[in-house]
């Protein structure tokens, strides 16, 4: 909250230019924090992933086809199970 000067008694024009000056520069000096905030986590993150120990061409087609395969063997398992579940219940709902 922006407080206007302790000195300002009486709202003239030179305390409302103060005022207004004042209100500028807390804009403006919470707009540079933001951006100088932006750019330090931006300065961070790059700093962070020249550290990262990325892996080579190799390991990640070998982990990317671990991955595609474990996906497709839990699509055809759960695919079943689905089947048999909705096999079942038509079964018990169509029994007279």
Do not use: H
Not at 14 to 35: N, P, Y
């Amino acid at each position: 909250m922006i407080k206007a000067p302790s000195f300002c008694v009486i709202v003239d024009r030179r305390c409302l230019g103060l005022l207004i000056t004042d209100v500028w520069e807390s804009s403006v000096a919470r707009d540079v924090q933001r951006e100088n905030r932006i750019f330090q986590y931006v300065r961070e993150t790059r700093a962070e992933l020249r550290k990262v120990a990325w892996p080579s061409r190799e390991e990640a087609l070998r982990l990317t086809s671990i991955v595609v395969v474990t996906v497709l063997a839990m699509s055809a398992f759960l695919g079943i199970v689905d089947y048999v579940f909705t096999q079942i219940v038509r079964a018990l709902l169509t029994r007279q």
